[in-house]
T-cell receptor
């Protein structure tokens, strides 16, 4: 199966700071999704981004499929951005997830 | 669209008991998936359905686990003779892949949407 690696594993930010999360994957993919897992365990869809760049408010994502990586940018971070961010790629029929990046935003 | 729903949200059981979880996907989503997530890890695939047909099962799904989607709508996941190692969050997801509206090749048709999960604790 496709291997997905996320970095860094943990990130501590001061409110208002910007940050970049990285996702590397081991094979070509047709679909890549970024999720935010809230403290109650719900996975919230952030982006469906097999290639290119998308923006949604303070979040944006870029996937360079030919180089097998994706980046998630958080700008002007807020305490509500805290949680675990997962990258997942479609591996045949299923999603293969990375181990996640735990983001803590301090006021 | 209402989202994916799961019931119960929490389940505490004693080792050796049977438990059953339910998942209601987004309406008109043909595909339904089950994943398991343990502490500090990303979700891992268990099984998936295309309509009522169960098409794939992970090797993580031991003989004690069984999943059904009898009418191609909601799905149940049953764990028999629970063990402490079964303690985890069980997540359900659905996607419109293969539906009459979204087909197979429409961009984004394979996007998966997750429910809130069922957290199982086996004592």
């Amino acid at each position: 199966g496709i291997q997905v690696e996320q970095s860094p594993p943990d990130l501590i930010l001061q409110e208002g700071a910007n940050s970049t999360l990285r996702c590397n994957f081991s094979d070509s993919v047709n679909n890549l999704q970024w999720f935010h897992q809230n403290p109650w365990g719900q996975l919230i869809n952030l982006f469906y981004i097999p290639s290119g760049t998308k923006q949604n408010g303070r979040l944006s994502a870029t996937t360079v499929a030919t180089e097998r990586y994706s980046l998630l940018y958080i700008s002007s971070s807020q305490t509500t951005d805290s949680g675990v961010y997962f990258c997942a790629v479609v591996d045949d029929y299923k999603l293969s997830f990375g181990a996640g990046t735990t983001v803590t935003v301090r006021a | 669209d209402t989202g994916v729903s799961q019931d119960p949200r929490h389940k505490i059981t004693k080792r050796g008991q049977n438990v059953t979880f339910r998942c209601d996907p987004i309406s008109e989503h043909n595909r339904l998936y089950w994943y398991r997530q343990t502490l500090g890890q990303g979700p891992e695939f268990l099984t998936y359905f295309q309509n009522e047909a169960q098409l794939e099962k992970s090797r993580l799904l031991s003989d004690r686990f069984s999943a059904e989607r009898p009418k191609g709508s909601f799905s149940t996941l049953e764990i028999q003779r629970t063990e402490q190692g079964d303690s985890a969050m069980y997540l359900c997801a659905s996607s419109p892949m293969g539906s009459r509206k979204h087909g197979t090749y429409r961009l984004g048709a394979d996007t998966q949407y997750f429910g809130p999960g069922t957290r199982l604790t086996v004592l």
